[in-house]
């Protein structure tokens, strides 16, 4: 295990070391985020917790019909940009202030199935310094194994005891005050695939195989279109170029490609 990740929860959130330096880049660096980042952080939050309260409270499926089934794949979109959100977080993205970036990382890891924002920092800045390594959290030795024991793997990592039973006690809960199908197919249901989503588009697509000697990163990119990279993870299948410019937020990622 790497030094990184044994770094302790509350150091990790006042360390700068865990934001990578752009010192080192010939690049020019980007124009100050302002409160842009910010503000994304508060849209994707106000989307996903606006859809979540219509499906719950006031949305009544006809499960005969297609809209309850691409409201699940609206929502599942929704919980992505949630994760997305906290990762930008973990690269001081969101906010040039630490405590207000630090806190909406805890507040949307947490909303996304419970996840703990300050047990995830250095597991994922291990991941950017030790990328496809024995020391990186998120890789399976790509080139031999497949989707599924990767997937294990990573859940393995990542999935505590905690976060299973906060979910089954705010499953219980929410079944106290809304149908019991609509908890389960928007609030549910939509965190599962968009664990699967993040996992599949942002490690192993970019990450399996073997990687050239000269790709630093270890990474792959996907082909160019921007509105299949935004609909599929946030523009996170252009993977290589997050590695390389990790400074980047989400909302700027596409314009490296």
């Not at 940009?81 to 405590?99: C, E, K, P, Q, Y």
Request: proline share 7%.
């Amino acid at each position: 295990m790497s030094e990184v990740t044994e770094i302790r929860a509350g150091q990790a959130l006042n360390d700068d070391s865990l934001i990578p330096s752009v010192t080192h880049s010939s690049r020019v660096k980007p124009a100050p985020l302002g409160y842009k980042g910010l503000g994304a952080a508060v849209l994707v939050l106000a989307a996903w917790s606006g859809l979540l309260t219509f499906l719950l409270a006031f949305y009544q499926p006809n499960w005969r019909q297609p809209w309850p089934y691409l409201l699940v794949l609206l929502q599942t979109h929704l919980y992505t940009g949630l994760f997305i959100t906290a990762h930008d977080a973990m690269h001081g993205v969101v906010s040039s202030n630490r405590r207000l970036n630090n806190a909406v990382g805890i507040l949307t890891a947490g909303l996304f199935a419970f996840n703990w924002f300050p047990r995830m920092l250095p597991k994922h800045h291990a991941h950017h310094r030790h990328v496809a390594t024995p020391d990186d959290p998120d890789f399976h030795d790509g080139q031999h194994q497949g989707f599924l024991p990767w997937f294990g793997r990573f859940a393995w990592n990542y999935v505590t005891v905690w976060q299973v039973l906060l979910m089954a006690a705010a499953y219980n809960g929410l079944k106290v005050f809304f149908p019991q199908i609509s908890v389960i197919a928007f609030w549910m249901v939509p965190a599962v695939l968009a664990t699967v989503q993040l996992f599949f588009f942002g490690t192993y697509l970019p990450h399996r195989g073997e990687h050239a000697p000269d790709n630093q990163h270890k990474s792959r990119s996907q082909l160019r279109h921007h509105v299949w990279a935004f609909v599929s993870c946030y523009f996170f299948g252009y993977h290589y170029e997050h590695h390389d410019q990790p400074y980047l937020p989400w909302w700027r990622l596409w314009q490296t490609k």
